[in-house]
């Protein structure tokens, strides 16, 4: 039950559910008029047409809605014309299906584009002689389909996917945040190179995951375009409290380039296991508690932490005056010192982007 909860509160979740019974509601009041009010002969050329325009963004609503009323206006054309003047024949309907699927190809219809070739099946399979008077009313249901279906995606919750993108976001900072406080961790006491493996196989699978947020972000811009919920939003003064919208493009930017030293970071302890000599304690022991608060900032950006930058400069100058330090180590002690002033400025960046998200 509780992984049930867990799914049921996922926005992907809500925001399917919501995709399914929208297409249905279409679908459904769209094959309604076409019985009691248009009398259609063939009832489902309206629903299908509104089922083929119900997608997951107003805007995209919008584009395949006017695809798939050009595909299937050529579509009902190409039928009337080969059952006109050919006939309905084995040939002639493989003639139809030929020409509709060429006319998929075309650019500005792509995505709608074998609407043609299914808006034939329909019409040249459903009995061509009772249909051949009706051209109109066919393109009259096509309309009615897309009209319908562009209507209920506009007003009926049109989607927005910035807590889908806010997620992504946030998943990634979580797991920067644990393979910083494991490295703390691993690296006050001992560590082995397989940790430091398991580390960077981490920020590996890190990265396919911004992948996909990035995928994430997009849409969620998209489904901004054209719809109303965020146009009503900003009238209503949902905008952030810092001025300006949150740019999520921004901010993966940022957790790429902290995924990267993250990474840099990890190859760096694991060619540290082979390094002759011991390490100095006082380094080790500032070095992982400045480490540690990194990974609790970024993971939780609540969290009541020093300032991480300062503290790394002040580790960084006090080792540098100290003449008991072996210079073969400072190259080391520098990679360490210098990814981790990297990731401190991402730690700010978290912190300010979750702040103007929740603002």
């Keep these: 039950m509780n992984r049930v909860r867990e799914v049921v509160r996922r926005p ?21 008029i076409s019985i009691k009010i248009l009398s259609s002969p063939l009832p489902f050329l309206s629903p299908w047409t509104a089922l083929l325009t119900v997608h997951a963004t107003v805007h995209r609503s919008l584009s395949r809605g006017m695809q798939t009323t050009v595909a299937s206006t050529i579509g009902v054309g190409l039928s009337f014309v080969i059952g006109a003047y050919l006939g309905v024949s084995v040939w002639t309907f493989a003639l139809a299906l030929f020409v509709g699927l060429a006319g998929a190809r075309i650019s500005w219809i792509r995505d709608e584009g074998v609407a043609i070739a299914t808006t034939a099946i329909f019409i040249l399979g459903s009995g061509f002689e009772q249909q051949q008077p009706l051209l109109l009313d066919r393109l009259i ?17 049109p989607p927005l996917r910035d807590q889908q993108a806010a997620r992504y976001v946030d998943s990634i900072n979580r797991r920067m945040g644990d393979v910083l406080v494991d490295m ?20 590996e699978s890190m990265s396919d995951e911004l992948a996909t947020a990035w995928q994430s972000v997009r849409f969620a811009r998209e489904s901004r375009r054209a ?28 957790v790429d380039e902290g995924i990267s030293h993250l990474r840099h970071l990890a190859r760096t302890l694991h060619e540290a296991a082979y390094a002759e000599g011991a390490w100095d304690e006082r380094f080790r022991e500032r070095w992982t508690d400045i480490v540690g ?3 609790r900032a970024i993971a939780d950006p609540d969290a009541d932490v020093e300032p991480v930058r300062d503290r790394l400069t ?31 400025v991402i730690v700010d960046d978290v912190a300010s982007d979750r702040e103007a998200r929740e603002g």
């Design 184 to 203: 703390a961790d691993e690296f006050c006491s001992s560590w082995e190179t397989d940790q430091a493996d398991a580390w960077r196989r981490e920020t």
């Design 12 to 32: 992907e979740f809500t925001t399917d559910l919501l995709q399914i019974v929208k297409s249905v509601v279409a679908a459904t009041l769209a094959w309604w």
């Design 314 to 344: 002040a580790l960084a100058r006090q080792m540098s005056d100290d003449a008991d330090l072996p210079q073969e180590t400072w190259p080391l002690y520098g990679s360490l010192l210098t990814s981790m002033q990297h990731i401190a």
């Design 227 to 254: 719809n109303p919920r965020y146009r009503l939003g900003l009238r209503r003064g949902s905008r952030q409290a810092t001025g300006r919208d949150v740019s999520y493009e921004e901010i993966l930017t940022r």
């Design 141 to 157: 249901e096509v309309g009615v389909g897309v009209v319908i279906g562009v209507a209920v995606n506009l007003l009926f919750i």
């Design 293 to 295: 608060d990194a990974g």
